[in-house]
């Protein structure tokens, strides 16, 4: 019994945990103090000369609300892939979505503050963790493409790696932008949407050659997810505007590179698109003007339930 | 505000180079690359310390942990008022990893990064698993094959020595 005496923090030998009690240690940092910081600190967030601050907070909803609902999405297979190294690599890409949207949904706090949900007064939650976990299906701006259910592995890959060559295309004409902050981010989203990228496509061809089972998978695959693949390309007023003021991409304009890419990997893998009609909008309103699928609200609901029951907790 | 001594900058810089990445303790974060910059300025309150880093990659989960190392052991140098900053431009290369960072990481069984390869125009598609000119840490063969692009931290792909059979870690090229 003696042990399990020493072992008690109230001892005066204390016990191994005690360092995590004591933010003041070495040890303490592991369990406190590694709060949520502004991941924006320091970085100049002025709103280019002659650009309307609002509209640039949509355009980093849009960005960032590709980023972290696909990065949701793809964390549904933390301990469910089909082996530890895909396990290892989804959650990577995932890891990389996130944190790209961090800083857009930051940028976008940061240009338009009245982005921002209200809290109640005193809430310790960032500005940007208020926006991912406290806005309504509607003001989320993300296209429809992301927000679809995981499927099987062969839809994953196909929907990541359509959802790759259109990012990289994008963040490759961003890195240019007149703001700053989004030429940033953008420049170093180049660097990882291109592994992304690479990752799908092998995979993509490795599917679509490897057995008559895996082939019929990604060929349902690619039928399930092409309805989405032409809002990709469908230019809303604000990613219009922001291109026209030297801060944003016209999607429209990177139409010609993606295919490129895609019929490269396509023909590689032997398949055809898929003559499956686009999935229509509302009256022409579609993901970028809040108009979801009923997926997003499932999605939605699982990811902000307990940041909704707590909207003052310190995690 | 005025320029303070040297003396008082060189040793915020000292510090702030001996902190250690949190994933790869045998890295410092100047060794890393990350830690860009260390200013001393004094004012009415005494030095103030601003710290800029830069992010290897944009979900690091380490960043906190980055900034609370720097201003804890700043801190017990007896700088009393700490500011870290982050840099986002240029973003984090691996190129930037010192050579200093590059013995420590093979003495610790992880492989070096290659040089970040360039391209002109649309970033190249590649469907064959990357040539790197790899190194297996244990046996020092240079025939590897790659397991996987994305290994345990954002930074690393996974490698297994075809030679020895070894798997080990290789700090991707970004």
């Known amino acids: 019994m003696a042990d399990l005496h020493d072992a008690n923090p109230a001892h005066e030998q204390g016990s191994v945990y005690d360092g995590l009690l004591d933010p003041g240690t070495v040890d303490g940092h592991w369990a406190f103090g590694t709060s949520f910081e502004d991941p924006l600190a320091g970085v100049d967030t002025t709103v280019p000369e002659g650009v309307d601050a609002g509209e640039l907070a949509s355009y980093c909803l849009m960005l960032g609300d590709d980023a972290l609902v696909l990065s949701q999405r793809l964390t549904e297979w933390c301990s469910n892939a089909p082996d530890l190294e895909e396990d290892i690599a989804v959650a990577n890409i995932a890891l990389d979505l996130l944190g790209q949207a961090r800083l857009l949904l930051a940028r976008a706090a940061a240009a338009d503050e009245s982005v921002v949900p209200a809290l109640p007064d005193g809430s310790p939650v960032p500005p940007e963790d208020a926006l991912a976990y406290f806005r309504d299906e509607p003001a989320f701006r993300n296209v429809r493409l992301v927000e679809a259910p995981n499927g099987d592995f062969a839809l994953t890959i196909t929907r990541l790696f359509l959802f790759a060559c259109w990012r990289l295309a994008l963040l490759g004409r961003l890195a240019t932008s007149s703001d700053q902050v989004l030429a940033a981010v953008a420049a170093k989203g180049v660097k990882e949407v291109t592994y992304h990228r690479d990752y799908a496509a092998r995979w993509l061809v490795t599917l679509a050659q490897g057995t008559e089972e895996s082939r019929r998978r990604t060929e349902a695959a690619l039928a399930t997810v092409w309805p989405a693949v032409g809002e990709l390309f469908a230019t809303h007023d604000v990613e219009e505007r922001m291109a026209a003021a030297g801060v944003g991409v016209d999607p429209a304009s990177v139409h010609e590179e993606v295919d490129e890419v895609v019929d490269h990997v396509f023909a590689t893998a032997g398949i055809e698109r898929p003559g499956v009609p686009a999935m229509s909008g509302v009256r022409g309103r579609a993901g970028r003007d809040g108009l979801h699928t009923e997926a997003l609200g499932h999605l939605l609901a699982e990811m902000q339930s307990v940041a909704r029951a707590h909207p003052m907790g310190v995690w | 505000m005025t320029s303070t001594t040297t003396t008082s900058e060189e040793l915020a810089r000292e510090v702030a180079a001996r902190v250690t990445d949190p994933e790869m303790p045998m890295l410092t974060l100047a060794d890393l690359g990350v830690l860009r910059d260390v200013r001393v300025e004094d004012d009415a309150e005494g030095d103030r310390v601003t710290v800029w880093i830069t992010p290897t990659y944009s979900g690091c989960p380490a960043m906190a942990t980055m900034r609370d190392d720097l201003v804890h052991d700043l801190r017990q140098a007896g700088f009393a008022d700490v500011v870290v900053r982050v840099r986002l431009q240029p973003a984090w290369s691996s190129d930037w990893v ?21 391209h002109e125009g649309p970033v190249p598609l590649s469907l064959l698993p990357t040539r790197r000119a790899v190194t297996c840490p244990r046996c020092g063969s ?23 059979l070894e798997p080990y870690l290789h700090m991707k090229e970004i």
Request: proline share 9%.
């Open chain 2, 98 to 118: 010192s050579e200093r960072g590059r013995q420590a990481l093979a003495v610790h069984g992880l492989s070096a990064p290659g040089p970040v390869p360039r």
């Open chain 2, 142 to 164: 240079a025939d590897g094959e790659l397991t996987s692009e994305f290994g345990p931290t954002a930074c690393t792909a996974l490698y297994r020595c075809t030679a020895c």
